[in-house]
């Protein structure tokens, strides 16, 4: 008798190089040369590298068969004029703020809208700043893939055709967010975008930047995006993510911050769209005093699988970082918190905190929760804490014994359980946009609104 | 009638709590249940808001209807109201929204209209004068580091909005200093009426100085076994439940001499 492994099952995923040929890498784009040099330096590295697989220790989570089985195209230019305006205005969360807007990750002029930047202050399309040479930039475009390995930043690095490029030097504020606005747009072929930001702050400098992501309903989508931020001594950015792609297509992020000393950073985020999404955090405190703070909701649904990497280093004395992360799993959703924190030698005064709280709703959905420390150095005060938990049935028979009808009761609960993480965004409009969709998401018949507007 | 509990019988897996209550509460009427810590006083008055965690048998009829038919969100609407022994606390649902959400509930389920957000705050802050609250509770979530008084007013003033027919309380009065005691016997006095019903649940007579019941019952080993009138509460304070020893001890055997 023999063993006849069923090939269906083993059905050939798409290697790195048949991508890269499938994608038609490398393409002659403008450019300076050092960039062209790049593109090719890790198209040979994720070649060489391959896909990451279970049995890598930050994607054993993520399982990429079904993403690398889907024959993306690469995205073209010129999908604009299949937006509405219509559509972005959806999106926005303060009218009067500078929007730049990207359709499949090309940057779309007409559909964005700037404001007055005080001088000095550049908020414009990465790619206008590379074909003007791009100075100064060339090591943001080697260290991702050179330090961070998988094949998605470096395939980004390959592929991106433009991004947001943020700059503020010496001790400029912008007060008013800037909105960053990831469309994708597939009709028919799957598409593949691989925006690419840049936001620098220069020191005693202040800058708040909003990353939404979105698409049209049923697109098969994958967006490979990378963000880095770079803060300088005593520069405070302030930064938010609403992943809301629709519910068939694939989101790899990557948000890779460099801190100064004395800077502050912080990130929250909400996860509620996508098949598959994989938001991964990567934090370098690298000057004496500078404070991080990462915050996250997601919220898995149907067949959702939302994994959400962090890694936080410390690398200089005297800094603090915390990270609260928060997922609903219902349905067949899968949630992933897979966060580390590293204190490395000469760190000492470390002050590092990590939460993440869980709420199953349903027997089908899963959770799967990592908090890692790492402590190289003495004199450190490090925190973290993990907990997977069902609805308190004493509160939900306690709301019923009010008249609150079971359905309602649950869906305030469960409500509730996302608002520490909503009370914490700073901004009262963008914390209005990011509660109502929460609140669609997690409220049918109820008002969730009310909940913050009596009070 | 308006509450009538025939040989009820309620546990939790192989634990027997209630072995045969039996109880009848007429509108108008003030009922105070006392006895032993573990005699089952709660666990009645769980079974009549509608805790699911009991096996239960016998009869309880609301007004007439089976009142262990309906969900806990139809009882509220019917008119029980249940002022919990341990309030819990709820972090993120604030306790204003709570109260409006509540009270919405109960009016649209009795056919009565929503009310909107000033006629509520208008009927809520006359309420919270009441249990003199303060309203800087009303922002602050469901109990939520509320201390142990401050939740039992809270419970108060959640029955004087959502105004009840029939009121169950909890050993509301335990952890009370003389002050707060005074404040909550005020709420729940000035709820009183031909129409509505009060069941008192207590260790302490002194409550019933400020709340003045019709009958007093004693309950241990899960079933009733004395009634009498608000003197029946002066004895036991004066004696304790040691006198009762015999009662349970015979009630106890001839409830397992029932059972085959």
Redesign the interface.
Known sequence: MTTVTPTATTAPTATVAELLSHLRFPTSGPGPAWLTQARHRSAEWATMRGFPTLKDEDWRYTRLGPLLDVPFERAEAGADHRISSSTIEALTIDAESTRLVFINGFFAPELSSMTEVPDGVTVTNLASVLAEGGAGLEPFFSHPFGEHDHAFTALNTCLFEDGAFIHLPAGSLVTAPIELVFLSEAQGSPVVSNPHSLILAGPGSRVAVIETYAGNTGAITCTNTVTQVVLEEGAQVEHYKVQDEPDTGFHLALLDVRQGPESRFSSGSVALGSKIARNEVRVRLEGEGAEAAIDSLYLPCADQHHDNPILIEHAAPRCTSRQLYKGIADERGHGVFNGRIIVWPGAQGTDASQTNKNLLLSDHAEIDTRPRLEIFTDDVKCTHGAAVGAL?E??L??????????E??RA??T??????VLDLIPSESLRTHVDTLVADQLLTDHDAT?????? | MMLQIENLHAQIGENEILRGVNLEVAAGEVHAIMGPNGSGKSTLANVL????AYDITGTVLFEGEDLLAL???D???AGV??A?QH??E?????N???L????N??RR?RGLGELD?MGFLALARERMKLVEMDESF??R?VNEDFSGGEKKRNEIL?MTV?EPKLAILDETDSGLDIDALRIVAGGVNALRGPDRALVVITHHQRLLDYIVPDQVHVMAGGRIVRSGDKHLALELEAHGYADLGQEVASDRSASVGATP
């Open positions: 308190d004493e509160a028979f306690y709301l019923r014994s009010r008249g609150v009808p079971h309602a009761a305030l609960l409500y509730a359980f996302a608002r520490e009310g909940a913050r507007s009596d009070e | 808001a509608g805790h699911e969900s806990p969100e009882r509220a609407a109201f249940l919990f309030p819990v709820i972090p993120g649902v604030g204003l929204y709570f409006r959400t509540a009270l509930s109960v389920q957000v009303m922002s979530s959640q959502l």
